[in-house]
Nanobody, 123 residues
Framework: QVHLVESGGGLVQAGGSLRLSCIAP????????MGWFRQAPGQEREFVAA????????DVGDSVKGRFTISGDNARKTLYLQMNNLSPEDTAEYYC????????????????WGQGIQVTVSS
């Protein structure tokens, strides 16, 4: 289990941008499969993006491809989700996750979840 802390959420107008950040206090995230999921009220959890640096693997969900980018800082201590051209459909609680199995979008593969952070996009 890894303790994860998200930041950077908030309210933004449609077409705007936000960058979410996630840290695991006191440790590097370089050896974990790191990712983001989101969940809107009344909807199922949705895969957003994931990254695993040791094998240079990166995956982005179909609904956000071309608009969202997952990355990390050079020290591999902070995970980012850059979100551009946001739409009201992106409104959701966003969760930073960590796991040990790459090449999957299955939420069950990610054993550690942050508390979540709200992103609201107004029209």
């Amino acid at each position: 289990q890894v303790h994860l802390v998200e930041s950077g959420g908030g309210l933004v107008q449609a077409g705007g941008s936000l960058r979410l950040s996630c840290i695991a206090p006191g440790r590097s995230i370089s050896t974990y499969v790191m990712g983001w999921f989101r969940q809107a009220p009344g909807q199922e959890r949705e895969f957003v993006a994931a990254i695993y640096w040791p094998v240079n693997w990166r995956d982005v969900g179909d609904s956000v491809k071309g608009r969202f980018t997952i990355s990390g800082d050079n020290a591999r201590k902070t995970l980012y989700l850059q979100m551009n051209n946001l739409s009201p459909e992106d409104t959701a609680e966003y969760y930073c996750v960590a796991g040990s199995r790459p090449f999957t979008r299955d939420p069950q593969a990610f054993g550690s979840w942050g508390q979540g952070i709200q992103v609201t996009v107004s029209s």
